[in-house]
């Protein structure tokens, strides 16, 4: 079963999906990880080979030292092969790279927002809503999640599929079977758990 979607649904799904995440974890915690986006987004995009080339020189460093066991004769002799190290990350596998840096410091950002920034819990848990300011600050985590979620498939969609049309083949047989009698039970099931582990991080708030 093939499933055609553009990019552009793609994006789309997951502002989404980010925004409900965001109106459960707080707005304190979204304002870091969009800082933590922006910046990092950034840093990719105007020192990106900078990047790369500092890693791939660290890399070096630390192989010839090792290769050298620390004694500067044989350092000496390793610095003579030089040319025949190959870099930790080649040229075709850069964007690969700066993808993992990305998605490793999006996922620290969340992490340690969670750990350290305070929230104020609520009587009966973060899915109750109240009315006036606690809702409006609800609210804002929703719109800054969106907003994460908006610039973080904006990075990644292009990098992943560089299509303007994306297919995404289904497998046939009993799964297809299975997804076609429970797509709704799938899908509950799946935003309840992103809903579960939102909780969880916002029952952990304190303040």
């Known amino acids: 079963m093939l499933v055609k979607l553009e990019p552009a649904q793609v994006i789309l799904g997951i502002a989404l999906l980010f925004g409900l995440i965001g109106f459960f974890r707080g707005a304190k915690r979204e304002f870091w990880v969009t800082a933590v986006i922006i910046l990092v987004q950034a840093l990719i995009r105007w020192q990106g080979k900078r990047l790369v080339k500092l890693t791939n020189n660290l890399y070096l460093m630390v192989r010839i030292a090792v290769e050298g066991r620390f004694d500067l004769e044989k350092i000496r002799e390793a610095l003579g092969r030089v040319g025949e190290i190959p870099p930790l990350i080649p040229e075709q596998r850069e964007t690969i790279f700066l993808i993992g840096v990305f998605l490793l410091a999006t996922l620290l950002a969340y992490v340690l927002g969670n750990r350290f920034i305070k ?18 600050i609800k609210l804002a985590g929703g719109v800054l999640g969106a907003i994460n979620g908006y610039l973080i498939a904006y990075f990644l969609v292009p990098q992943v599929f560089p299509e303007p049309e994306t297919t995404i083949v289904l497998p046939s047989g009993p799964m297809t079977e299975f997804l076609g009698k429970h797509l709704f039970n799938v899908v509950i099931g799946i935003i309840a758990i992103i809903i579960f582990l939102s909780l969880r991080g916002s029952s952990k708030g304190r303040g």
């Open 119 to 136: 929230v104020r819990p609520t009587a009966f848990g973060p899915l109750i809503i109240y009315p006036g300011w606690p809702f409006l």
